[in-house]
Structures are given as structure tokens and as C-alpha cells.
């Protein structure tokens, strides 16, 4: 028998590629089982099978417990420690007592006993190897057979009796899939379910583009072309920014390759998706005039404080600027990371001279000057009481038209200002009750309430258009706790939209 035990664990674990200890587990469990069926009480039996001989013994085994804390329940797999006390000194609650018993032959009932224990445990180690495989994969690229297609969902054949799924909302729009067909996707999870591990394939997502173009550009496996960046509106356009590390090598050619040979091949995988390539620039403004293409850009104002620009263009290229449905500056950016707002020429001239006159007028009113010394500091770039109070001073003393008297009045002028403004805001924000749509909003109490209008977070609305960093430095408040109570502020907003949606559709029926 012990002989045939080996054989057994030798043939299952080299059939199925699983280690052999887990054969033995199983082969142990199923012995047990087994002789269990032996006894007409519910008993805990143990089998201990020798790995080097195939030899095995069997115990009948009792739970250890403390007389005055565990509850003593089963009298047939329970032993109190007051009773083996004398005979096993050293036993502690909660260890076994084992007593030796009659092994099971390891016959055809006892196989019969074992095979669905082996089964299960077979089925459970490759779960697990393929779950450990593919988690180590994920950012690759597979590829695979279009098994079948359920609910809109696409399951592939990867190989090794082993699928993948690609959700109907990973799968590129409109994009026409049938069985038998060769499909490939980015590998963005791995989960373990019952039924056996899910690998998940994406399609739509930037990283799929990027690992699309890694495959076809040689240059950009090596290192001598970097991908910053990518955007996409999955099935139509997609922008993707570039930099070479080598001067002598054109990023943008070899990215679209001879004849547009190698970006073609990228937009065949992607339905047609048509795919711009942009040369990055560490500029943020020139990166995004290059980002606009094909649309020319006269100017941009920058502002770095609202994470913004204002892109300025001849009225004939606005439309091609803003792009169908607004695609192109939607993409432009995604790709750059700052909110673009596209406008014409004349538009931007008279938006500059607006602020302007805003400005000039503030400054007028804040450092109590005239009108032509505030056009003077607003075209040296003085635009703001911080700037006049803190900007280095040789650079307010290198203005021609200003003595330095009159800028040490200035800055001191400016410095007593914002500190007026910044006391008047704390007593305001100190004063300051919050809303009612705030003191009833799940998850929230009256003290948190309160904290919360004390920086001037007064609504709902407030506190959803905050970040959970601005959260997490209030006491008791973690990054779990900020991120629910700002989706609960913002519920109202994904409600408005909800509405609009069905409203536009109703008026379309």
C-alpha cells in the first residue's frame, strides 16, 4: 500500500503540475475521512503519511481545553486539561492528545474516499498557481481566442485551460468581436473566486495604448524613447506625448514609422482609432501648444494657481481646436493635466484687458494709489498684494519709474493689508455656522460640523468640491473617512447629472 501511495502522489503531481506535499494533505485527509466512517461517533481522526516510505499511522485525536475558560461541547473530540494533566505535564489548552488506532487499508474504498478530497485539492493548487502566475503579471499584454460572448461580456482562451474575461465596459465601443477571433488586452486584475481565478483584460484604457505602441516601437523598449503620457477616447482619438533621449533619433517619425506603418498597426488593434503623436516638452505652455495640434495657438496666459490655461486661437481654427463633441481639447487635456479653455484671439484680448482693469482697479483700492502707479506695477507684473509685499525688492527697485521710498511704502502698505484681510477672515470663519444641509448630511456631526465651518467649509457643496488631503489634518479624520463623507456631498451632483440624462433622452423619444 505504501508503495502505491507514492505512485499515486508521483503521477497526480506530475499529470497536473501541482507539489507533491499537496497530494499528501489531501491523501492524509482522505484516509481520515475514511475512517471516520468506521465509528458511529462524531471523532477527530489525524493520518500522518511517512513522505520518504509511503508509510502511514492513524490517531484518534482530543482537543485539549481549560477547565475554567473554554466551553466544554464535544464529549467525543474534547478532553478537559484537569484530566490529562498527570499523565502529559506539559500539555497546554488548546494542543492535541493522540491515541493510535487501526489504519485503513489504502484500498478501493478508501481511493473512492480520497478522489474527490484530491480533486478538490488539485483544483485549488491550480487556482493558486495561476492566480500567483498572472498576478505577477498584470501590465502585460495578453492575448488570446474569443471564447464566447455573454451579457456583452468577452471571454478569451489565453491557453492552458486558463480565460480571461474583458468587461463590456473594457471592450472599445462598437468594436465588432466573434468567436473564433484573436483578441489582445492589457492585464489590469487578477481576482480569486470560487469558480476558479478571473483574469481581467482591458482594452479601453490608456495603458493598453501605451503597451500597444512599446510592442511596435523598438526604440521606446530600449529607452531611447519615453511615453509620458496618454489620452484616449477609446474607438475615435487618442493623443500620445513623446520624448527621445537620443538627439538624433525623431520621436514622432519612429513612432509612426515608415509610411505610418508602425502607427497604423497600433490603430487597426484599436477599431480605427485614430492616434496623434505629440512631442512633450518640459514647458508646460509649449507642451500644450503641442498637444492642440492640429489646431494652431496664438497665445496662452498661464495660471498655475487654478492648475489652468487659456489657449487663444484664430476664429477659423476654434472649431478644429475644440474638436468634435470637444475631443480634442478634452484630450489635449487629459494629456497635458491642466483644464484648457480654448477661445479666440479677440476673445482673449478683451478677457486680458477685463482683468486688467480688474486688476489695476484692486490695486488701486488695496494699496490706496493712483490709477497710473497701479498700471505701472501691472506691467512690471505686479498683479497681486502678495507679490507687491513679498516679490525680492530688487525687483520692485529696478522699476525706473520707482523711488525706493515709495516701494518700501508699498510693500509695507501691501504686508498691512493682507494681514488686516487674514484676521478678518478668521473672525469670520471662527463666527461661522455651517449649513443646514451640512449638519444633516449622513456621517456627519454636529462637532465635525462645525470644524469644518471654522475653515470655511459652510454646505454640501463646499465640502464636496474639497480633496481628501484638505480632510485628513482635522483630528479623528483618516483618508477613509474624508473620502465617504466628500462622495456623500457630492451625491447630489452624480443625481443632477442622472437627471439631466434622462431628461435629454426623454426629449429625444
Not at 2 to 7: A, D, G, P, T
Not at 61 to 77: A, H, M, N, R, T
Not at 453 to 471: H, T, Y
Amino acid at each position: 500500500m505504501s508503495k502505491e501511495i507514492l505512485l499515486v502522489v508521483d503521477a497526480v503531481s506530475h499529470e497536473r503540475g501541482i507539489e507533491k506535499e499537496i497530494i499528501f494533505q489531501a491523501l492524509e485527509l482522505a484516509l481520515a475521512s475514511a475512517t471516520k466512517k468506521k465509528y458511529t461517533k462524531d471523532i477527530e481522526i489525524q493520518v500522518v503519511i511517512d513522505r520518504e516510505s509511503g508509510d502511514y499511522e492513524t490517531f484518534r485525536c482530543w482537543q485539549v481545553l481549560d477547565d475554567e475558560v473554554d466551553p466544554f461541547e464535544y464529549y467525543d473530540k474534547q478532553v478537559l486539561l484537569s484530566r490529562v494533566i498527570d499523565e502529559n505535564p506539559e500539555i497546554k489548552p488548546g494542543e492535541f492528545i493522540k491515541e493510535p488506532v487501526d489504519s485503513v487499508e489504502f484500498g478501493r474504498i478508501a481511493a473512492q474516499a480520497a478522489k474527490q478530497v484530491i480533486v478538490q485539492k488539485v483544483r485549488e493548487a491550480e487556482r493558486k498557481k495561476v492566480v500567483d502566475e498572472y498576478q505577477e503579471r498584470i501590465g502585460d499584454m495578453l492575448s488570446g481566442t474569443v471564447k464566447r460572448i455573454e451579457r456583452g461580456n468577452v471571454i478569451v482562451d489565453i491557453g492552458n485551460n486558463i480565460d480571461a474575461v474583458i468587461k463590456r465596459e473594457d471592450m472599445i465601443p462598437r468594436e465588432p468581436v466573434r468567436n473564433g477571433d484573436r483578441v489582445r488586452g492589457y492585464l489590469s486584475e487578477v481576482k480569486t473566486q470560487n469558480r476558479g481565478p478571473q483574469l481581467s483584460l482591458n482594452r479601453v484604457s490608456n495603458d493598453f495604448l501605451i503597451a500597444l505602441f512599446k510592442i511596435e516601437v523598438p526604440e521606446i523598449g530600449d529607452g531611447l524613447i519615453q511615453i509620458h503620457s496618454a489620452a484616449r477616447d477609446p474607438g475615435l482619438r487618442a493623443k500620445i506625448a513623446v520624448e527621445a533621449h537620443d538627439e538624433r533619433i525623431d520621436p514622432i517619425g519612429a513612432c509612426v514609422g515608415m509610411r505610418g506603418s508602425r502607427v497604423q498597426v497600433v490603430s487597426n488593434e484599436l477599431a480605427g482609432e485614430r492616434v496623434d503623436i505629440i512631442l512633450w516638452d518640459e514647458n508646460p505652455a509649449q507642451f500644450v501648444i503641442n498637444a492642440m495640434s492640429p489646431a494652431e495657438v496664438q497665445s496662452i496666459i498661464v495660471d498655475e494657481e487654478r492648475n489652468a490655461m487659456d489657449v487663444a486661437v484664430e476664429e477659423s481654427q476654434l472649431s478644429m481646436a475644440i474638436g468634435r463633441n470637444g475631443q480634442n481639447i478634452k484630450l489635449a487635456s487629459q494629456l497635458t493635466g491642466w483644464d484648457l479653455n480654448v477661445m479666440t484671439t479677440e476673445e482673449a484680448e478683451n478677457k486680458n484687458q477685463e482683468d486688467a482693469e480688474k486688476s489695476v482697479t484692486q490695486l488701486m483700492e488695496d494699496l490706496t494709489i493712483d490709477e497710473d502707479l497701479a498700471i505701472i506695477l501691472l506691467n512690471e507684473g505686479f498683479t497681486s498684494l502678495e507679490e507687491v509685499a513679498y516679490v525680492p525688492i530688487q525687483e520692485m527697485l529696478d522699476i525706473d519709474d520707482l523711488e525706493e521710498d515709495i516701494v518700501l511704502a508699498l510693500r509695507d502698505r501691501a504686508k498691512d493689508v493682507l494681514l488686516t484681510k487674514a484676521i478678518s477672515s478668521e473672525e469670520k470663519l471662527g463666527d461661522a455656522d455651517p449649513a443646514t444641509d451640512l449638519l444633516e448630511m449622513d456621517g456627519m456631526d454636529e462637532q465635525l460640523a462645525h470644524q469644518l465651518a471654522s475653515r470655511g467649509i459652510i454646505s454640501m457643496e463646499d465640502l464636496a468640491e474639497q480633496s481628501v488631503d484638505e480632510l485628513t489634518d482635522i483630528e479623528g479624520m483618516d483618508d477613509k473617512r474624508a473620502a465617504e463623507l466628500i462622495m456623500t456631498a457630492r451625491a447630489p451632483w452624480f443625481a443632477e447629472s442622472d437627471s439631466d440624462t434622462a431628461e435629454q433622452t426623454e426629449i429625444q423619444q
